[in-house]
C-alpha cells in the first residue's frame, strides 16, 4: 500500500531529466579576471560571497593563485564567477552584465570543459543584461520560449554554477511576474522560488518544455543566502536588449518624461478613482514628450495604448519598450473625468534629469488653517522650478501640515486637485478644504515632487 502511495506521488512530481540532458550543453560557466593593484588586492581570494566555511576552505586549498607581476608594477587578479547560456550556434552568449562588469578578460567554460575568450558585444546596465561572443561554430544552443506566456504556479528550473559547481540543476516554481524591483524600473521580473546563489547569476531559467523564459538575475536576502525569492529577466526583454547590442552596440528606450508615484487608497479617493490604480503624474519634464503631448500634473494614467496600468511601475517598462517616435494613446483621469490623449514617445536620455531647485524666500506670508505660512515665489524661483505658480512655506506651526511632515522650503504647487497660483489662492482654497476626507497635496522638496494626502478633523 504504501509503494503504491510512493508510486502515485512520483508520477504526479515532473520530470526533469530529459530538460537537463537537453539543455545542459548550452549553458556555460562565466569566469573573469580584473586587474588591479597588489596593495588593494593583499592576500584577497575571489569574491565567495558568503560561502559557508567548510566549503571556503575548500576553495581556500585548491583555488589557483594568480601570478604576480615583477616588481615594481605587481598587480593582482580578481576573480569572479558567473553562468550564461548560448543563443546562437556561431557563439552568442547571454549573461548579467553585472557578472562580466569591470572585467579585464571573460573565459566561458562550455560543457566539454574546454574554455574560450569571449568579447563582450554590448552591455545594458539598467536590464543588467550583457551580450558575449564566442569563436565557435555548430555550438549547443538553448530553446528560446516566451515568457510573456508564463503563468504563475508553473513548474520552471535553473541551470547555473552556484559558488563554481557547474551545472547544478535546481527547480521551484513561478511566484509571481511584472515585479519591479528598486532601481529596476525597466524589467518586470519574474519571481521564483527556484534556488539561487552566488554563481547562478546570468544563467537560464526554464519552463517544462526546456525553453529559456528568463535570466536567473538577483535574490532578495537577510542572510546573504538564499530565501526564497529568486528573480529572472524576462527572456523577451533580454532578446529585445540583445537584438539592440548586436544591431546597435547599444539599447535605446522610450521616454514620457514625467516623474511618476503610486496612487494609494487615500490618493485614489482624493481623486475620484473607485480604487487604488494607475499612475499619477507628479512632475511633467518642461518640453519634453508628455508636456508636448497635453499631459499636466495630477493626471492618473490608467492605461496606455490599451493595456491597464495598475501599479505605477507598470508604466516606466511598457513605455521603455517603445521606440523613439511612436504613438502612446493614454487614458487619465483629471478632474475626476476621463480622457484620451496621445504622446509621441521621445528617447530615454542617458542622463537622468534632474529638476532644478530653488531657494526660496519671498516675504509676503499668509496663515490658514493647516497650520502652515506659506510665501509666493519669485520669478527666478519659479523660472528654476519650472513652474508658473506655487507657494514657499516659511514656517511650520503645530497642526496638520507638522503631522503630514510638510517643512520649511517645501514649494505647494497644487492642493485638493487645484492648481496654486498665490499665497491668497492658498488660503482660498485651504479655508474650503473638506472635513474628514482624503485631500491631496503636491509638493516639491529639493526639486522632487510628489503627491501627499491628509485629513482634517474639523
Known sequence: MLGQVANAQAESLPDFTTLVEQASP???????TQKMPERMAGNQMPDLEGLPPMFREFFERNMPRSPQTPRGDRQREAQSLGSGFIISDDGYVLTNNHVIADADEIIVRLSDRSELKAKLVGTDPRTDVALLK???KNLPTVKLGDSAKLKVGEWVLAIGSPFGFDHSVTKGIVSAKGRTLPNDTYVPFIQTDVAINPGNSGGPLFNMDGEVVGINSQIFTRSGGFMGLSFAIPIDVALDVSNQLKKDGKVSRGWLGVVIQEVNKDLAESFGLDKPAGALVAQVMEDGPAAKGGLQVGDVILSINGQPINMSADLPHLVGSMKDGAKAKLEV???GKRQNLEVTV???????QVAAGGAPGAPERSANRLGVSVAELTAEQQKALELKGGVVIKEVQDGPAALIGLQPGDVITHLNNQAITSAKGFTDIAKDLPKNRS???????????SFITFKLAD
Open 439 to 449: 485631500v491631496s497635496m503636491r509638493v516639491l522638496r529639493q526639486g522632487r515632487a
Open 134 to 136: 564566442i569563436d565557435g
Open 346 to 352: 521621445g528617447a530615454l536620455p542617458d542622463d537622468d
Open 333 to 335: 483621469i483629471r478632474g
Open 26 to 32: 548550452a549553458v556555460v560557466n562565466i569566469s573573469t
